[in-house]
């Protein structure tokens, strides 16, 4: 036990100390945050600029109900459209809103002339209000009080999702943001399995390739070196994790003077039952899922004498990582179909597939099942990497296959 300590310690400290280990621990935090409160900001941040838009309406219809809206200022003219044409280069207005008579007591074509491109908010809003006036023109030939317009075209609609728990208890839930936030758990599960199960392998490689590792099995075991590995990235997973909710918390505390709603909001989330239900889960399903998918790192290294020859077998283990991302869309649709069910059981998809599936409602004895299965699969993959661990570290010049290993594997101490 005390050699696997050190193991754990070296690659623990080893890894710690990279560049790269600092650079993604800051980087991701503000990343995250910068998705949530950067486009937030965005739109908050308005021209003070006032934007004149003259309105010739031939139709006589619209120009007298328009309303301004923030720096967006409606002026009817009555002077023709060529002379307002001409004034849009003098700079006295933006824009020049042209609204043709119609058939009748209708409203033609519209037109909207500018020096330069109308930029999409004005667009939408000058759209929206004649949309708007030409619906109520619309009703008025049906004999429709104006009071009724807004209830028949936008009825008030409340609708709440409430789940029953075991106990049938009503709980109000919010699937659209657990959903969210069980796809990016998912991806992120699919990142650091891959980032640091890679890790482990090509540092299994590189000891291979200098000789190191011959010098190192003289004093260890061989199983147990590569268990000290694997723990010992493990707890470099574990520690960036915690850095980053630390450093997530304190971004949130600095942000809550200038986005008080959103960041209300966010608390209001966490103390859901279910975003704790699903953040254990996700703590587990990483813990287990990186342990069985670096065990399978560590026979791709030990088969291995270069980058180049892990291809084949690289393929056979990212595989099942493409497959649950593929599933996680079709349980978005279906969390209750077979498929959603079956696939989560599947320990090499479990973790990204069961997260996904959370928000809609599993019974606690399916994660269980999940779980243990995926911990069963863990150890009987532990076992086995260490049968070929031991063969393959010492193996050079020969590039391995999947017969190759299996013989390996039949080897006796």
């Given amino acids: 036990m005390k050699k696997i300590l050190l193991v754990i310690e070296r690659e623990f400290i080893t890894r710690v100390k990279k560049k790269s280990f ?6 991701v935090p503000l990343l995250f945050a910068g998705l949530m409160l950067v486009p937030t900001f965005i739109l908050q941040i308005k021209s003070d600029d006032d934007k004149t838009i003259a309105v010739l309406d031939h139709s006589g219809l619209i120009a007298k109900d328009l309303i ?34 119609g058939d ?64 049938g208890v009503e709980k109000e839930s919010n699937t659209i943001v657990l959903t969210g936030l069980s796809i990016i758990c998912g991806i992120l599960i699919l990142l650091i399995i891959t980032i640091f199960g890679v890790q482990i392998m090509r540092g299994v490689i590189e000891e291979k390739s200098s000789r190191i590792v011959e010098i190192i099995i003289s004093s260890i075991r061989p199983v147990e070196l590569m268990l000290g590995k694997i723990i010992g990235v493990a707890l470099v997973v574990l520690t960036q994790i915690v850095i980053w909710i630390i450093f997530f918390g304190a971004i949130l505390l600095i942000a809550q003077s200038q986005f008080p709603d959103i960041i209300h909001q966010i608390q209001s989330y966490t103390q859901d ?15 287990f899922g990186y342990l069985l998918y670096a065990s399978m790192y560590a026979i791709v290294g030990s088969a291995a004498d270069n980058e180049m020859d892990t291809q084949q077998l690289q393929l056979i283990i990212t595989l ?94």
């Fill in 68 to 101: 301004n809206v923030g720096t967006i200022k409606f002026v009817n003219e009555t002077a023709s459209v060529d002379l307002l044409k001409n004034s849009l280069t003098e700079g006295n207005n933006y824009a020049l809103l042209y609204i043709e008579k």
């Fill in 104 to 167: 009748g007591n209708t409203i033609g074509d519209i037109t909207i002339y500018s020096e330069n491109a109308i930029g999409m908010d004005i667009l939408n809003i000058v759209t929206s209000q004649i949309r708007s006036l030409a619906v109520q023109l619309n009703f008025k030939k049906y004999d429709i009080p104006a009071e009724q317009i807004a209830q028949i075209l936008y009825p008030h609609l409340h609708i709440k999702t409430i789940r029953l728990d075991e106990q």
């Fill in 273 to 287: 039952v279910a975003v704790v239900k699903m953040i254990i889960c996700f703590v587990l399903y990483l813990i």
């Fill in 320 to 413: 099942p990582l493409i497959i649950g991302c593929l599933i996680m869309n079709n349980v978005v649709i279906q969390p209750d179909s077979p498929l959603a069910f079956w696939s989560s059981m599947i320990p090499f998809i479990s973790p990204m597939v069961m997260l996904t599936r959370i928000p809609f409602g599993v019974p606690v004895w399916e994660i269980i099942l999940s779980l243990t299965l995926l911990i069963a699969t863990f150890i009987l993959f532990t076992w086995i990497a260490a049968r070929i661990y031991r063969v393959g570290i010492l193996m050079y010049g020969k590039k391995a296959t999947l017969k190759e290993l299996i013989k390996w594997l039949k080897y006796k101490q």
């Fill in 22 to 27: 600092i650079i993604l621990t800051l980087l």
